[in-house]
C-alpha cells in the first residue's frame, strides 16, 4: 500500500477516475488523497463520498503532497504551475495528464531538478479499463516508477513509452475510444436496420468488441490469426469481411489514425 501523500489539483473526471481506481484497489488510504479544486460543491461532494482530504487551495496542496497530480485543463496549467512551483519540495513528483505539455515544458516550469512525469490515460479509464502511456524525466527514481505505475494500473493498463511516441499513442490509445464508439454506433444501426431493438443492438455490439478486445489480451494470438478463426470458407462472416475491404475499412481507420498522430504533433509543436 502506498503511504505517501497523493494531491490532485482539479477533480474533474479523469482526476475523479483515477481517485476512484486507487481506492477501490485499496493501494491507498483516503486520509492520504489530497484534492483541490476551484468547484467547492465538487471537492465536498468527494470527500463525502471518498473521504479525502480537501486542501483550501492549490499552494496548500503543494506544500504536502508527494506526488502532484496536474489534472486541469492545459490553458491554467501555467498558471498553476507557477503558482505552487515556490511551495513545492524537490523531491515532490509532479504527474500531468494534461495534453501537449511536453517533459521540456514542464522543466522549463517547475526546474529541471524537479521529478517530472509526462502521463496519456484515455477516457475507458471512467471505466478502471483504461490504457496509460508513462514518461518520466530522468529526475524519477525506479521505486518512484513502480509507484506510479501501481496507481495507472488501479485504472486498466500501463506502460513506459518514449515521449516521441506520445503522438502514436494518442492516434491508437488517447483519441481511438472514439473510433470505436463510431464502430459500435455503425454496427448497432445495421442490427436495427434488420429489425432488431435500438437498446438489444448496442449491447449486442459493445458486448461483441469488448468480447474481441479481451480474446486478443489474453490469447496472445495475431488479430490476424483471430480473424481467420471466424471467416470460414464461403461463409457469411467472410463476405462481410470482402465488403470492407471493398469499402476501404482498414485503410480509412488507418487515415484517421495518422491523422490523429499528425494534429497531436502540430499541438507540441
Do not use: W
Not at 512525469?117 to 525506479?142: F, H, I
Not at 483471430?226 to 471493398?246: R, Y
Request: contains cysteine; hydrophobic residues 45%; negative net charge.
Amino acid at each position: 500500500m502506498l503511504t505517501k501523500k497523493i494531491g490532485f489539483i482539479g477533480a474533474g473526471n479523469m482526476g475523479g477516475a483515477i481517485i476512484g481506481g486507487m481506492l477501490k484497489a485499496n493501494i491507498i488510504l483516503p486520509e492520504n488523497i489530497i484534492i483541490s479544486d476551484l468547484n467547492t460543491s465538487r471537492l465536498e461532494n468527494f470527500k463525502k463520498e471518498y473521504g479525502v482530504t480537501v486542501a483550501k487551495d492549490s499552494k496548500e496542496l503543494a506544500k504536502s503532497a508527494d506526488f502532484i497530480f496536474m489534472a486541469i485543463k492545459p490553458n491554467v496549467f501555467d498558471h498553476v504551475a507557477r503558482d505552487i512551483v515556490s511551495e513545492m519540495r524537490t523531491e515532490t513528483v509532479i504527474i500531468s495528464i494534461v495534453a501537449g505539455k511536453d517533459i521540456k515544458m514542464m522543466e522549463d516550469l517547475f526546474g529541471s531538478d524537479k521529478r517530472i512525469v509526462r502521463t496519456m490515460p484515455n477516457t475507458p479509464s471512467l471505466a478502471n479499463e483504461g490504457m496509460t502511456a508513462l514518461c518520466y524525466n530522468q529526475n524519477v527514481t525506479e521505486e518512484e516508477k513502480e509507484e506510479i505505475q501501481m496507481m495507472f494500473d488501479s485504472i486498466g493498463k500501463s506502460q513506459p513509452l518514449p515521449e516521441y511516441l506520445f503522438a502514436a499513442s494518442t492516434g491508437i490509445c488517447g483519441s481511438s475510444p472514439a473510433y470505436v464508439f463510431m464502430f459500435i454506433e455503425a454496427m448497432a444501426d445495421a442490427a436495427v436496420l434488420a429489425g432488431m431493438p435500438r437498446d438489444q443492438s448496442y449491447v449486442f455490439a459493445s458486448q461483441a468488441v469488448y468480447g474481441a478486445a479481451k480474446l486478443v489480451m489474453e490469447s496472445g494470438k495475431h488479430p490476424g490469426e483471430l480473424k481467420d478463426m471466424v471467416c470460414s470458407p464461403g461463409g457469411a462472416t467472410i463476405e462481410a469481411v470482402e465488403a470492407l475491404e471493398k469499402n476501404g475499412f482498414r485503410s480509412a481507420v488507418m487515415e484517421g489514425v495518422k491523422a490523429c498522430i499528425e494534429k497531436s504533433k502540430e499541438m507540441e509543436a
